[in-house]
């Protein structure tokens, strides 16, 4: 599928917009009681049917992160951003810690080893952003 | 509600073969649905059949509820674009205007644009098109008649990558604002798998896939890495294309993967790689997806894309 703005194989599409809604309410990106695009902006831009679109945006309106109001379209709800960066600090162990210690351990790098990288990448992050 | 198409048991042989064998669908109204399958595997005959410009030997085809051979309100309310459709010895905009007379909802406006993003002039002559200029009349046509029903049979021979994402631009552009039924045969599945809400795979005359294209994918995974590990993993599962080199092994699941399996998968050092729409309509024809999508419909997975199948 190539000229696809940013999706991939295998996820199911509707996923994906929503995915990528969720990201942009987290980042501030689209920020409460914003405009959120419509289901035909989102169609054209990620070039895919707009019944897809349609599904991403309902899987955040299902989930109370999206609100309906009437004739205008779909807006971020109040306090989704906390939500959904919540829920983000709670799946971080799984979805980055746990594969860095398990390919850690895979290249024989020992958890004070690990720290230690952790420590001094971090230092280095600090230092570039002052 | 009645379904913008139906077929029912249809059936077209000709003396030495049969092109369709006890054909069965429907397709829901304003959806884009994928008419996909190897060349010869009895495309174009269903798509003639629809369009009203051959009969079958047995069974039936409905569009908007009628049967659509020399039924006019029907007719009027589909247009129908061929590979290589032949045009009388006219200038480009004279074929646009007889469109325009046939077609009710005909768009001159769009149609003009059209042909200005494709780059064919209204006064030159049809015959002396390019075969990708030629194509891109057929597409003008096919979108600017905003027919309910709308049928592409591989509308682009001759077009280049570039024309064709104009092409697939503006069909979702105009679709968005004016939704209507269109069924668009294409064997370039993976350029235009997004289009499709659902997706029908013909091989041999015979309907071997029929669903939501949300459903396909993610419904088969490749799976590579040390031969233990992918064995575990795919223990008790259905699966295709194995194949090992030395420790390293890699085959294909078919059915969807948990987010346990996914985390198992990562922490013994698997590769999970999702199959592209066609790879797996390749693998449709072998019937091997059969129990993974039967699987998915009894979980009760959200499709919004309901059929009765074939």
Same mark, same amino acid.
């Given at each position: 599928?190539?000229?696809?703005?940013?999706?991939?194989?295998?996820?199911?599409?509707?996923?994906?917009?929503?995915?990528?809604?969720?990201?942009?309410?987290?980042?501030?990106?689209?920020?409460?009681?914003?405009?959120?695009?419509?289901?035909?902006?989102?169609?054209?831009?990620?070039?895919?049917?707009?019944?897809?679109?349609?599904?991403?945006?309902?899987?955040?309106?299902?989930?109370?992160?999206?609100?309906?109001?009437?004739?205008?379209?779909?807006?971020?709800?109040?306090?989704?951003?906390?939500?959904?960066?919540?829920?983000?600090?709670?799946?971080?162990?799984?979805?980055?810690?746990?594969?860095?210690?398990?390919?850690?351990?895979?290249?024989?790098?020992?958890?004070?080893?690990?720290?230690?990288?952790?420590?001094?990448?971090?230092?280095?992050?600090?230092?570039?952003?002052? | 509600?009645?379904?913008?198409?139906?077929?029912?048991?249809?059936?077209?042989?000709?003396?030495?073969?049969?092109?369709?064998?006890?054909?069965?669908?429907?397709?829901?109204?304003?959806?884009?649905?994928?008419?996909?399958?190897?060349?010869?595997?009895?495309?174009?005959?269903?798509?003639?059949?629809?369009?009203?410009?051959?009969?079958?030997?047995?069974?039936?085809?409905?569009?908007?509820?009628?049967?659509?051979?020399?039924?006019?309100?029907?007719?009027?309310?589909?247009?129908?674009?061929?590979?290589?459709?032949?045009?009388?010895?006219?200038?480009?905009?004279?074929?646009?205007?007889?469109?325009?007379?046939?077609?009710?909802?005909?768009?001159?406006?769009?149609?003009?644009?059209?042909?200005?993003?494709?780059?064919?002039?209204?006064?030159?002559?049809?015959?002396?098109?390019?075969?990708?200029?030629?194509?891109?009349?057929?597409?003008?046509?096919?979108?600017?008649?905003?027919?309910?029903?709308?049928?592409?049979?591989?509308?682009? &021979?001759?077009?280049? @990558?570039?024309?064709?994402?104009?092409?697939?631009?503006?069909?979702? @552009?105009?679709?968005?604002?004016?939704?209507?039924?269109?069924?668009?045969?294409?064997?370039?599945?993976?350029?235009?798998?997004?289009?499709?809400?659902?997706?029908?795979?013909?091989?041999?005359?015979?309907?071997?896939?029929?669903?939501?294209?949300?459903?396909?994918?993610?419904?088969?995974?490749?799976?590579?890495?040390?031969?233990?590990?992918?064995?575990?993993?795919?223990?008790?599962?259905?699966?295709?294309?194995?194949?090992?080199?030395?420790?390293?092994?890699?085959?294909?699941?078919?059915?969807?993967?948990?987010?346990?399996?996914?985390?198992?998968?990562?922490?013994?050092?698997?590769?999970?790689?999702?199959?592209?729409?066609?790879?797996?309509?390749?693998?449709? @024809?072998?019937?091997?997806? &059969?129990?993974?999508?039967?699987?998915?419909?009894?979980?009760?997975?959200?499709?919004?894309?309901?059929?009765?199948? @074939?």
């Amino acid at each position: 599928m190539p000229e696809m703005a940013g999706l991939d194989e295998g996820t199911p599409l509707f996923v994906q917009v929503a995915d990528m809604l969720a990201g942009q309410i987290a980042d501030g990106g689209l920020a409460e009681g914003e405009r959120v695009p419509s289901t035909n902006e989102l169609a054209a831009f990620y070039r895919i049917n707009p019944a897809t679109a349609a599904k991403g945006i309902n899987v955040l309106a299902d989930d109370g992160l999206l609100e309906k109001r009437r004739g205008i379209g779909m807006f971020v709800a109040a306090g989704a951003r906390a939500r959904l960066l919540a829920r983000r600090r709670a799946e971080f162990t799984q979805r980055y810690v746990k594969p860095l210690l398990t390919e850690a351990a895979r290249l024989g790098i020992g958890t004070d080893d690990l720290t230690a990288l952790i420590k001094e990448a971090g230092s280095e992050r600090e230092g570039a952003s002052l | 509600m009645t379904p913008a198409i139906s077929v029912a048991g249809l059936t077209r042989r000709y003396r030495d073969h049969t092109a369709l064998d006890d054909v069965s669908f429907t397709i829901p109204g304003k959806t884009i649905t994928g008419l996909l399958g190897r060349n010869g595997a009895g495309k174009t005959t269903l798509l003639r059949i629809l369009a009203g410009q051959e009969f079958p030997s047995s069974g039936s085809a409905r569009i908007l509820g009628a049967p659509p051979a020399e039924n006019e309100d029907v007719l009027r309310r589909m247009v129908f674009v061929r590979e290589d459709q032949s045009y009388p010895d006219i200038r480009v905009g004279q074929a646009l205007r007889a469109a325009s007379w046939f077609y009710p909802n005909w768009d001159a406006a769009l149609a003009s644009s059209l042909l200005d993003d494709f780059g064919v002039r209204a006064d030159k002559a049809v015959k002396k098109l390019s075969r990708g200029q030629r194509s891109a009349l057929g597409i003008t046509i096919g979108l600017a008649a905003r027919a309910d029903v709308t049928l592409f049979d591989e509308p682009y &021979a001759g077009l280049d @990558a570039v024309a064709r994402q104009i092409f697939y631009d503006r069909l979702l @552009a105009d679709f968005a604002e004016f939704p209507r039924t269109v069924l668009l045969s294409t064997h370039l599945i993976d350029e235009a798998a997004a289009l499709f809400e659902g997706v029908i795979v013909i091989d041999r005359g015979r309907i071997v896939l029929d669903a939501a294209a949300d459903v396909l994918r993610g419904v088969a995974t490749r799976v590579s890495g040390p031969s233990l590990a992918v064995d575990a993993l795919a223990e008790g599962r259905p699966v295709w294309e194995q194949r090992r080199l030395g420790s390293q092994a890699s085959v294909v699941i078919v059915g969807p993967l948990s987010q346990h399996d996914r985390e198992q998968a990562r922490s013994s050092g698997l590769d999970l790689t999702p199959l592209s729409l066609q790879q797996i309509v390749v693998q449709a @024809a072998t019937g091997v997806l &059969a129990p993974a999508l039967e699987a998915e419909a009894e979980t009760g997975f959200e499709t919004g894309f309901e059929r009765t199948s @074939a």
